[in-house]
């Protein structure tokens, strides 16, 4: 059955650093989303992304981010300059459309130094 | 804005025995969905049964079933027969039919314990 997949399952950084977090969605699913969970703290919506463009993004998606789809098939979220209180772990999400089930990848956990 | 509440952190349940976990949710809107989401450690989250608002049948999957009272807002999910398999972290969620975008919102989440 395929999956959403999420590169680097961890990625330590230093504080300031960038770093981009890969997705490969599902290959029929045209809608993605990023969402975070901070350790002990709900899972919050970042951004929904559809035909190259953003869809909706959150109080939480600053200038600090932001999304693409570079090559067709990686969905990736760029953190420009990181801040410690970025650790955490940040999840993809797929659908087919807007009311469809969104799937989620395994996350990357993301710590910052 | 929408919110979802989740007031139990932590709930333990002997195997095959039932068990409900509560969630309370707060809108404006009159349609919508409701999920219940499972975490378990392996961390990816897997959807376990939805809930349309103009459906006034509770849905049920398999072992799951909600009771999904409109009026009070509320959404319980029950695990019947629980397996250790069952064991993780519950999530409620909200996505609103209304408003433009597709984003869950999510409440705190629920902690299952299976006990053998």
């Known amino acids: 059955e395929p999956e959403v997949t999420q590169t680097p399952s961890h990625q330590v950084t230093q504080m300031g650093q960038e770093v981009i977090l890969r997705c490969v969605p599902i290959?029929?699913?045209?809608?993605f989303y990023w969402y975070r969970q901070i350790l002990g703290q709900k899972v919050e919506f970042l951004v929904s992304?559809?035909?190259?463009?953003?869809?909706?993004k959150s109080e939480i998606f600053d200038d600090q981010f932001s999304v693409e789809r570079p090559d067709g098939s990686n969905f990736t979220l760029k953190i420009r300059s990181t801040k410690l209180e970025d650790s955490a772990m940040y999840f993809c999400?797929?659908?087919?459309?807007?009311?469809?089930?969104?799937?989620f990848g395994p996350g990357t956990r993301l710590t910052v130094l | 804005a929408q919110t979802v509440t989740q007031s139990q952190p932590e709930m333990s349940v002997q195997e095959a025995e039932t068990v409900t976990l509560s969630c309370t949710y707060d809108?404006?809107?009159?349609?919508?969905?409701l999920f219940w989401y499972k975490q378990p450690p392996s961390r990816q989250m897997i959807l376990v049964i939805r809930?349309?608002?103009?459906?006034?049948q509770n849905a049920t999957e398999n072992r799951f079933s909600v009771n999904f009272q409109k009026a009070a807002k509320s959404f319980s999910l029950k695990i019947s027969d629980s397996q250790l398999g069952d064991a993780a972290m519950y999530f409620c969620?909200?996505?609103?039919?209304?408003?433009?975008?597709?984003?869950?919102?999510f409440g705190e989440g629920t902690q299952l314990t299976v006990n053998p």
């Open positions: 809930q349309e608002a103009y459906k006034q």
């Open positions: 809108t404006s809107e009159s349609d919508y969905y």
């Open positions: 290959s029929n699913h045209l809608y």
């Open positions: 992304f559809y035909n190259n463009e953003i869809s909706e």
């Open positions: 999400a797929a659908s087919r459309g807007t009311y469809n089930e969104q799937f």
């Open positions: 969620a909200y996505r609103s039919v209304e408003t433009s975008g597709s984003r869950l919102t």
